[in-house]
Structure formats: C-alpha cells, structure tokens
C-alpha cells in the first residue's frame, strides 16, 4: 500500500472540535476546520511535514505508524508552532 494513507495521503480525521489529524490514532493538529477550509486542512504545514519527512512511506505490520513514532511526530509539531 505504500505506507501509512494517514495525513491527507488517503484520509484524514476531523475531532469533535473541529481539528485536522492525521489519523484517530494520532490526535494531533496545528489547524482547526473553524478557522480554515478543507483544503488548508488538507495542506497544512504538519500534513505536509509528515508527508515529506518519509515516515508516512515505512512499511509495518500493523498498528498506527504515526502513534509508533510519537516522539519524532512531537518534534514536527513543534517545528509547526
């Protein structure tokens, strides 16, 4: 499948309160859809982050690879602010 589809490779959520993740398992967001349209979601400076570090592309057997790598998604979140 070519990695994880998370952070608009392939979908996206959307919490209670309106804010873009990258995926349900990994509730993080540096925009909310109360201040911005889909498509700023689906481009965000995180979404784009994830996208181009490569961690999205690794291979796994299972699980949530955003969640696996919490530490490295932490850092670009900080880098994002």
């Not at 993740?21 to 109360?34: G, I, M, N, T, V």
């Amino acid at each position: 499948m070519g990695g994880c589809l998370a952070a608009g490779r392939g979908f996206f959520h959307i919490n209670a309160y309106g804010a873009a993740e990258p995926c349900p398992f990994s509730a993080y967001s540096d925009l909310s859809l109360k201040n911005h349209s889909l498509r700023e979601a689906l481009h965000s400076p995180l979404f784009q982050k994830l996208q181009d570090c490569g961690m999205l592309e690794d291979s796994h057997v299972g699980g949530c690879t955003l969640f696996a790598q919490e530490t490295e998604v932490k850092k670009l979140i900080g880098e994002t602010s």
